[in-house]
């Protein structure tokens, strides 16, 4: 490819991956997806479907950033729309079947463990094939806040779709997803990947990237990555069953409660857009670990809040919950990736998304042998409090890192 195409083809790449951002973030199905499960089956089952997402999840997170390092970021990104376009066809015509769900939670946990790690990644290699990566952290700000802006509005149609059929969330979802296959295919791939099949997972890059946790910068941000899910999922998943509570409604008859968590859910986005845009702000003025460490607090408050109480002077607290969805990972992407190796980047971000899931999956599947939903939200509460003092404590273990300043890499 002559150089002129070659530039031309990663400049496309940068408005792809804009776009690709925005229409992945239309998860038209979020506010009532919990919802959607209570219609259909008991609140015990119900988390345990959940939990069924997080621990597939955990099964495909490795493979999925193994994929992204070894065959190319956009054949990963690919496989990721693929798999939620066959997902959400599935939860439309699923039924009352526990099997059909499960299937469907499968896949949606195939679609995002494709997208974890890859999207950075993709963006951060295209960016340095352009000798443009001082450009990231501002580039990838801006991305995030357009995605969750995206997603803003894609939750509030979610919850008025929701009104008439809990099935049409899913519906707008699968036009999304096919959107997101399209833009995909456009793409290219930078550089070159070694596309021999290989029949297993490479174990010898896991654990070179399993070394990098001698950092202690990289260490310390590998433990947020652990206790962040637990935080951003107890406080995303208990707030739709919470709503229906405040309306006055029982868990399985949602009555209004997909409309006011399509509104609350798009104001937690709007909310996490700013976050992101605003994240290196953030990070220079008080530094990359007491932001982190700020951002993981304000999802606990929410936990303590919503065990404490059903009333709607809570709501202004619950629109925080995307402060750490928005800024979180924009930090720890742009603090990591100058310091892993190209070739590593997809597959430590995977491994501590991994991690991340197999705490909350487990957690999950903890609580759906648990019939009452107050001792679920007081259980919750702890995890949330108890994931705080496990940042904390790491960082105290840990030792400040020279390199963890306001202005600094980990």
Not at 1 to 25: C, F, K, P, T
Not at 131 to 143: G, I, L, T
Not at 203 to 227: C, N, S
Request: hydrophobic share 50%.
């Amino acid at each position: 490819m002559a150089e002129a195409d070659r530039v031309r083809a990663l400049e496309s790449n940068l408005r792809l991956y804009g776009w690709h951002q925005i229409v992945s973030g239309l998860l038209f199905w979020m506010p009532t997806s919990f919802l959607f499960f209570l219609e259909r089956v008991d609140l015990g089952p119900a988390l345990r479907l959940l939990a069924l997402y997080f621990l597939a999840v955990v099964v495909l997170e490795v493979p999925s950033g193994w994929m992204s390092d070894r065959f190319g970021r956009v054949r990963t990104l690919r496989t990721g729309a693929l798999s939620w376009i066959v997902a959400f066809a599935v939860f439309v015509l699923s039924g009352d079947s526990v099997l059909l769900l499960g299937v469907g939670q499968v896949l949606i946990a195939a679609g995002f463990a494709a997208l974890s790690g890859t999207t950075s990644a993709f963006h951060f290699d295209t960016l340095e094939a352009l000798e443009r990566s001082n450009e990231f952290e501002r580039r990838e700000s801006a991305v995030a806040r357009n995605g969750l802006v995206g997603t803003a509005v894609a939750v509030l149609i979610g919850g008025v779709l929701g009104l008439v059929d809990l099935r049409l969330p899913y519906v707008a979802s699968l036009t999304a997803a096919c959107l997101q296959f399209t833009i995909t295919m456009k793409m290219s791939e930078i550089g070159h990947h070694d596309l021999r099949p290989l029949p297993t997972l490479d174990a010898t890059r896991v654990r070179d990237v399993v070394r990098y946790l001698k950092h202690p910068g990289l260490a310390w941000i590998f433990v947020f990555m652990i206790v962040q899910q637990p935080l951003e999922g107890l406080a995303l998943d208990q707030i739709q069953p919470w709503l229906a509570l405040l309306t006055g409604n029982s868990l399985d008859d949602s009555g209004s409660a997909p409309l006011l968590s399509g509104l609350l859910v798009a104001v937690i986005s709007l909310v996490g857009a700013a976050s992101a845009a605003t994240s290196h702000r953030l990070r220079s003025s008080i530094g990359l670990r007491p932001a982190l460490v700020l951002l993981a607090s304000i999802e606990a408050l929410i936990l303590v809040g919503m065990a404490l109480t059903v009333s709607a002077w809570l709501l202004p607290l619950l629109a925080l919950r995307s402060t750490q969805v928005g800024a979180g990972p924009v930090l720890v992407s742009a603090a990591t990736a100058p310091l892993l190796a190209r070739n590593h980047r997809a597959t430590f971000l995977s491994l501590g998304s991994l991690a991340g899931r197999l705490t909350y999956g487990t957690a999950l599947a903890g609580l759906g042998f648990v019939a009452d939903f107050d001792t679920v939200l007081t259980i919750s509460a702890a995890i949330g409090v108890g994931s705080v003092g496990v940042l904390i404590a790491s960082g105290l273990i840990l030792g400040q890192d020279p390199n963890d300043n306001r202005q600094s890499n980990p």
